[in-house]
């Protein structure tokens, strides 16, 4: 993944996995109940709060009223002041109550945003491989970015605000109608255009935020990728290409930007025009009747202040609806991976070493083993096609096969990063799938090609290998011994030295040989390395090799091997060839009487390295 450089045209242009069958806005937001449940007390307080501070604003008009009918039309200048005070106190209690509303809301809003960051992120380390196979990283990560960004905006936004201005609205509009029912149909008159609005503006507006969001994700795999991949970019004086992908990609993004921003623009220019229209009429027609004498001044001033009272709450809809959408959207995108079935864990706990199964030594066996990829175009080829191989306790095979032939994928079905098709794979008699993954981890140790680090120190990844057993230092000590990675103890700060993301403060020797330390130092019963020397130079090969030999001296291992050097350290070979084990022998056996392998071990660039399938 770090090192691919995608182009995106060769990319799904969402890229999610299935699409879901649309939903409606409400119920998809439904779903974010659960989360938001431990904190509806306060929520709704909240809500009751804002409702009422609002309803406090309504108030305002019909003190004006008082005031004009009354101490105004009276020239009575006491009574104007205190009408003026009794304004003032509203204003203060409206302000102080949206005032508390925040303070109530803040704190428990970040806290469900915060544990659905944190159970997707759980959700994440136990979806299986193959999940993370086919989702591109940046999908993942704006989902636990921007999505969720936009979820806490809606619960402390929009949530409330489109319950609290819709009874602002209603208690308006029937304020208004009660002062004059006239004057009140005019203004409601705009209504039934503006609701159809939002009616058509909703659909729309959902199918482009839902791009958006994806787009955010495509751009986030390419900054990823390329600032993983710095080194290839860089090397291959990638940037110009990898610049264009992500000008490509952000235009895209900024063209949805755009039209959503005009769907919004044309949204608001309706909700605040046609309003805006309705209340200029009831104007012109309240001040007719005011001087005909059939309405009073203070009635008029009453109506129209409602009528613009009411004017944010109805011009805010357009927004509300708009970040409601946004995170419809968002929480579609959150179930979208938070649905994906986990690996099962397994049957049970762990039973107790040797207790319940028929273990006896006999090492790691592949039955008929048969894998094709979940993604693989139907009717292809199987990777492995019924593939027998039988490694024996304390015995190590070597596997060697063209690039491209399924020796990591055979690797990968061991610790059941992927699951085989058909057929059986078992360790000492009892099938991997009969265990628990906690117990089928702790017995088989892999260490992969790339040999990735964390960002943490040196003896923290090391001991990441020893699982939930846990390992001490004497063990770090021994584990780092038998890898040969002593220039451990030449580092600035020993085995507590940070190394960086992946390692890269590290040779790729140093990064091999402290993979293989993490291998041993749960001291598993059995070994799966890929290829763990490829590509050191001739030195760290020597040390690395060496260091293996140590490594395999005590556990049934299967490795996968390139060169002769390599090959020379394991008891027996496999060749892995047309997705079958077409032989097994010792090296030198295996030279002589094949040829297929003989010209694999030869090296020969120019003769058919790739599989011949
Ligand atoms: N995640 C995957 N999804 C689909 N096909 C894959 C995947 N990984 C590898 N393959 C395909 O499986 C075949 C075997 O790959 P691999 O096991 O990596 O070979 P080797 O390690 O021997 O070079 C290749 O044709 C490769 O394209
Ligand atoms: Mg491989």
Redesign the pocket.
């Known amino acids: 993944m770090a090192t691919t450089l995608p182009t995106p045209d060769t990319r799904p242009e969402d890229g999610s996995g299935p699409v879901p069958e649309p939903r409606s806005t409400v119920r998809t937001l439904l779903r974010l109940w659960p989360y938001v449940r431990p904190v509806r007390a306060r929520l709704f307080t909240a809500a009751f709060i804002a409702v009422l501070a609002s309803c406090i604003g309504l108030v305002i008009p019909l003190v004006l009223k008082w005031m004009v009918d009354g101490p105004i039309a009276d020239r009575d200048p006491g009574g104007v002041w205190l009408g003026a005070l009794y304004l003032l106190l509203l204003g203060l209690a409206e302000a102080l109550l949206f005032g508390f509303r925040r303070w109530l809301v803040a704190r428990p809003l970040s806290g469900v945003e915060a544990g659905m960051r944190a159970d997707l992120y759980r959700h994440l380390q136990r979806l299986p491989?193959?999940f993370h196979?086919r989702w591109p990283s940046g999908q993942l990560l704006s989902r636990g970015t921007t999505d969720l960004m936009l979820l806490r905006m809606f619960l402390a936004f929009p949530l409330t605000f489109l319950l609290v201005n819709s009874v602002t609205i209603l208690v308006g509009v029937i304020i208004m109608l009660v002062q004059d029912w006239t004057l009140g149909l005019v203004v409601l008159v705009p209504a039934v255009p503006v609701m159809v609005t939002c009616l058509v503006f909703e659909k729309r507006y959902s199918a482009a935020s839902r791009r958006a969001q994806d787009q955010v994700g495509d751009l986030t795999t390419v900054v990823e990728e390329s600032v993983l991949g710095i080194r290839i970019v860089k090397g291959f004086g990638r940037h110009r290409s990898q610049a264009r992908a992500f000008h490509e990609l952000a235009g895209r993004l900024r063209g949805t930007e755009l039209h959503k921003a005009r769907l919004l623009a044309t949204i608001l220019g309706i909700i605040v025009t046609l309003p805006e229209l309705a209340i200029g009429a009831a104007l012109v027609l309240g001040c007719m009747r005011v001087a005909d004498g059939t309405l009073s001044a203070g009635t008029l001033v009453a109506f129209l202040s409602t009528a613009l009272a009411l004017r944010w709450p109805v011009d805010s809809i357009g927004f509300l609806l708009a970040m409601s959408q946004e995170a419809a959207t968002a929480t579609t995108r959150y179930f979208e991976v938070m649905d994906a079935p986990e690996e099962d864990p397994g049957p049970g706990a762990a039973p107790p070493e040797g207790a319940s199964s028929p273990r006896r030594a006999d090492g790691l066996r592949f039955h008929e083993v048969t894998f094709r990829?979940?993604?693989?175009p139907p009717g292809s080829p199987p990777?492995l096609d019924r593939v027998d191989l039988h490694i024996r306790p304390g015995e190590s095979m070597a596997l060697v096969?063209?690039?491209?032939?399924?020796?990591?994928?055979?690797t990968?079905l061991v610790p059941r990063l992927h699951e085989v098709t058909s057929g059986r794979i078992t360790l000492d008699g009892v099938d991997v799938t009969a265990m628990s993954r906690e117990e089928l981890r702790a017995r088989v140790a892999v260490a992969f090609?790339e040999p990735t680090l964390f960002s943490a120190s040196v003896g923290e990844n090391v001991l990441m290998g020893a699982g939930a057993s846990g390992a001490g230092s004497g063990d770090l000590e021994r584990a780092l011994q038998v890898a040969q990675a002593d220039f451990v103890h030449a580092l600035p700060e020993g085995v507590d030295t940070q190394v960086g993301e992946q390692g890269l403060s590290l040779s790729g020797g140093q990064r091999q040989r402290l993979a293989l330390a993490r291998a041993v130092v749960g001291r598993p019963g059995f070994l799966v390395l890929?290829?763990p020397l490829s590509a050191l130079d001739v030195h760290t090969e020597a040390a690395v090799e060496a260091a293996l030999r140590r490594v395999l001296a005590d556990t049934t291992a299967l490795i996968?091997a390139h060169r002769p050097s390599t090959v020379l350290l394991a008891d027996r070979v496999a060749l892995?060839s047309g997705g079958r084990i077409t032989a097994v022998g010792t090296h030198h056996e295996l030279l002589r009487t094949h040829p297929e392998y003989a010209h694999l071990m030869a090296g020969d660039p120019a003769g058919g390295q790739e599989?011949p399938?």
């Not at 096969?401 to 055979?410: E, H, Y």
Request: glycine share 12%; aromatic share 4%.
């Open positions: 491989v193959a196979d990829y979940p993604d693989a990777v096969g063209a690039t491209g032939s399924g020796k990591t994928t055979l990968a090609e890929d290829d996968v892995l599989d399938r």
